[in-house]
């Protein structure tokens, strides 16, 4: 049973570029969130995706975009990318059709912008 | 605005020792506490606690949880060099529905020395 997947594992960036991270939900699960994590940090909470639709959204800029497929499978995209935006991105998939609200998460994307 | 607080923040010990990690939260919207080990990368479950009072138990590992006094703790017995890494805690304070949004501490990184 594949778990939840990510792309790509590592990324550079350069101050303002734009870039597109990809993730593939455990199979059986409908919900992906997506998830910050700095250097030393926690996680934090980006936004979640049900059903092709932003459920719930953190306290981030607009800069932060996403999308859903049909398949399940999500993007996160950011624009105009900050030296800040460098972090770990973790996604986290889940699903409506029990009680349980276990996440299962990804590698995770390392994001460096130079 | 919703917090969860860990300490201590960094801990080393010894194999064989005991240890006992703590959580303290302040959310609007508590559904239910999580606790998360990270190693490298991406963070694995542990335990869900939703009921006060009732510990859950998997091996060495043990959490409760108290809704009063809004905090848990994870004890670790007879630790291993296997047990180093960062234990995250995190409160799910979904939305309505079936909504998830886990907001999470900074992490307690656990050195255990041979």
């Known amino acids: 049973d594949a778990g939840v997947t990510q792309s790509p594992t590592h990324l550079i960036k350069t101050r303002g570029q734009q870039v597109t991270l990809r993730c593939s939900p455990k199979s059986g699960h409908d919900t992906v969130s997506w998830y910050q994590q700095a250097l030393g940090q926690g996680p934090q909470f980006i936004f979640q995706?049900?059903?092709?639709?932003?459920?719930q959204r953190g306290n981030f800029p607009d800069r932060f975009s996403g999308h859903q497929f049909p398949n399940y499978s999500s993007e996160l995209n950011v624009n105009a990318l900050l030296l800040g935006d460098s972090a770990l991105y973790l996604c986290?998939?889940?699903?409506?059709?029990?009680?349980?609200?276990?996440?299962?998460f990804g590698p995770g994307t390392r994001l460096t912008v130079t | 605005e919703d917090k969860v607080v860990q300490s201590p923040l960094s801990l080393v010990v010894h194999e064989g020792d005991t240890v006992t990690l703590n959580c303290s939260y302040e959310?609007?919207?508590?559904?239910?506490l999580l606790w998360y080990k990270q190693e490298k990368k991406a963070p694995t479950f542990l335990f869900m606690l939703t009921s006060s009072g009732i510990e859950k138990k998997s091996g060495r590992l043990s959490s409760i949880l108290d809704k009063k006094e809004l905090f848990s703790i994870l004890n670790i017995t007879a630790t291993q060099t296997g047990d180093s890494a960062i234990y995250l805690c995190a409160v799910d304070t979904g939305g309505g529905g079936s909504n998830y949004k886990l907001t999470f501490g900074k992490g307690t990184l656990l050195t255990v020395n041979p």
């Open positions: 995706y049900y059903e092709e639709e932003e459920r």
């Open positions: 986290a998939s889940s699903t409506r059709a029990t009680m349980s609200r276990e996440q299962y």
């Open positions: 959310v609007t919207n508590f559904r239910s």
